[in-house]
């Protein structure tokens, strides 16, 4: 069930990075030759099929929606690969034939800023989706906020918190040793205290079960904190576990706004750490190594299918879209042929450089970055297959 998810989450991503391109392309007066759902060889044209269908005796809304996709010079095609989907547009594709003048409505034939546009226009689809699917799984679920101090999330069982009747959502305050009363604001500080004073006994000051981010109340428990040697291996000395992140609910009329909010600042920072991540990648690929936190599509369907995540409903799969609808998002926009951020950088070096760029130079760029994506991914899904067959 997994790989059909990821494949039609994929799919469906493709086809709107794709749709970003096209719009932006009849926006900007540039012939978009075909729109094609999956990958060639072509199985259809729908453009074709509905104009000699049926369907034109039927309501004038459908006859005015067939009208426009009939007349239009746009081809729509259903491909026989069943993935994701293109655009072609006049006069984009460089080729090793002479270079001659753009005709109109070709890509090239358009301002630099058009060009531009258009090449970005998918990447900007891709994140402003992101931003959407965060917005709409925040209302839902509530937005996340950081919680200050220490809130016990678990609690082991047989474990000295368990024993002591510490309730699972309280906030702990401090320790008292000896009449010596010593507080702990933060997570790292209640770690602190408790290793200092391994195999003695404390009073525990905690909140009563907290309320959103509000912790109000004191109740206080007799705790024994175990030795190295007392302590089970998954546990620590108390036997807890914190709460770093709690989804906070605010009046219907809020969610909205404050869900917008909080996607924005998620892709941001989530586009922060995709970049960080590559960097590493491109460090460790130099070295002949592959990342054990780099994944490809088989990788991320046995990530997926190892965690049930898509068991969890509709908004975890919404959340798994935007985090790779950011991801495409960035990878597209990288300065590397063939990708929309290598062409991008071409069409500015055009405006820099105030000189035409040659077709025959940007067919061999794009045609060596095909061969070096295709290897590279080729690489990760060998590296995903390892990780699966002999862990890691």
Partial sequence: ?????????????????????????????????????????????????????????SSSFLRKCIARITHSKTELTINWIPFGGFVRMAGETPSLEHEHRPSVGDFLAASIWQRLFVICAGV????????????????????P???????????????????????????????????????????????????????????????????????????????????????????????????????????WYEMPFRGTVKGLEQAVELSKLILLALVNVGRELTHGKVSQDVAGPVGIVYQAQQGQFFDQGFLSILSFAGVLSINLAIMNILPFPPLDGGRAMTTILEVIIGKKRSRKVEYYANYAGYIILILLIVLITFSDIGKIIFGG
Avoid: W
Avoid at 36 to 56: C, E, F, N
Avoid at 124 to 143: Q, R, W
Avoid at 169 to 175: A, C, D, M, P, Y
């Fill in 145 to 251: 906020e950081t919680i200050p101090g220490a809130r016990i999330a678990v609690i082991a069982d047989g474990s000295p918190a368990a024993q002591a009747h510490i309730p699972v959502g309280v906030q702990i305050f401090g320790f008292t040793f000896d009449n010596t009363y010593v507080e702990t604001p933060e997570i790292t500080d209640v770690q602190r205290v408790v290793s200092e004073h391994l195999g003695q006994t404390a009073e525990v000051k905690t909140s009563d079960i907290c309320s959103g981010l509000v912790c109000d109340g004191q109740q206080e428990f007799q705790v024994y904190l175990r030795t190295k040697e007392e302590t089970p291996e998954d546990q620590g000395s108390l036997g807890v576990g914190f709460d770093q992140i709690v989804f906070q609910q605010y009046p």
């Fill in 1 to 57: 069930m997994a790989i059909i998810i990821v494949a039609l989450v994929l799919s469906f991503l493709v086809i709107i990075h794709e749709l970003g391109h096209f719009l932006a392309a009849r926006k900007s007066s540039i012939t978009v030759e075909e729109f094609g759902i999956g990958y060639p060889p072509k199985a259809l044209s729908l453009t074709k099929l509905l104009g000699s269908s049926k369907l034109l005796n």
């Fill in 124 to 143: 900007v689809v891709n994140f402003v989706f992101g931003i959407i699917a965060f917005t709409i799984v925040f209302s839902k679920t509530g937005i």
